[in-house]
């Protein structure tokens, strides 16, 4: 059987593991709240009004992506293309094609911005291997003008956070909705983390600062991982009501 992600793909081992996941999400919420493309994630309201319920949503289809079969793979990807063309129709507007690529590149950042936190530096191989997974995903959904390889992403992607990102009053509402449904503590874990992961461009748009209180705190983290404690930190970070959805934030890659 042909898989869209080879078994011994870097993507799987990232995707596979539910602190890495966690921090993708941190990234990218800091990102969306400063995307110009933001006002897109407010029209339906699901983002504001469930911002824990998106994410995992957004891990379901990424991981039905990444460990599924080429077929279902594909199927996957045509349900993100139709989602967007019915909020489309819906707006009667069309997202614009650099906003698709921005998503698209934020995948690509955080996977190896939260692998080599967590893990190790990647290798060039592995960074063109997961430049080409998600390459592979926006030629599926029709994306144009997409960068042909790794180092002709790192330029794009630079061009797209100096072009593409600002703060607004999106922003702050965005990141209300995620002091809400987090809560104080879990809130303020929310952009520790975000330091760790978020370009400086990003940080300083928020004014997150540079100094994150999680650094000294990573290599007990590490430690706990190794005595499989890792997953009631998890549960610290994540709200009670998510407790099942968070165990399964690790998976087993097949």
Known sequence: ????????????????????????FAGASAEFALNKAVDWLYFTGRLPADPLGRLFSTVSYARQI???????A??????ITSIHTVVENSRQSKIPDWAYRDVLFMLIHYSQASFELLERKMTNEEKEDLFDVFYRMGTRMGLKDLPADYEQWTTMRDEHLQNDLAKSHYTTDLY????KHLGLI????????QKLVVPPLACRLLGLG?????????FIYKISRIVKLDW?????????AYKKQIRELDIVPV
């Open 1 to 24: 059987m042909e898989f869209f992600v080879d078994k011994g793909s870097i993507v799987r081992k990232i995707w596979g593991k539910g602190d890495t996941v966690l921090f993708i």
């Open 66 to 72: 990444v460990f599924s079969n080429t077929g279902n």
């Open 74 to 79: 594909h199927t996957a990807i045509g349900k």
């Open 176 to 179: 209300k909705q995620y002091r």
């Open 186 to 193: 879990r809130f303020f874990l929310l952009k520790e983390s």
């Open 210 to 218: 540079k100094f994150s209180w999680l650094t000294p705190i990573l």
């Open 232 to 240: 009631f930190l998890k549960s610290i970070v994540l709200p009670a």
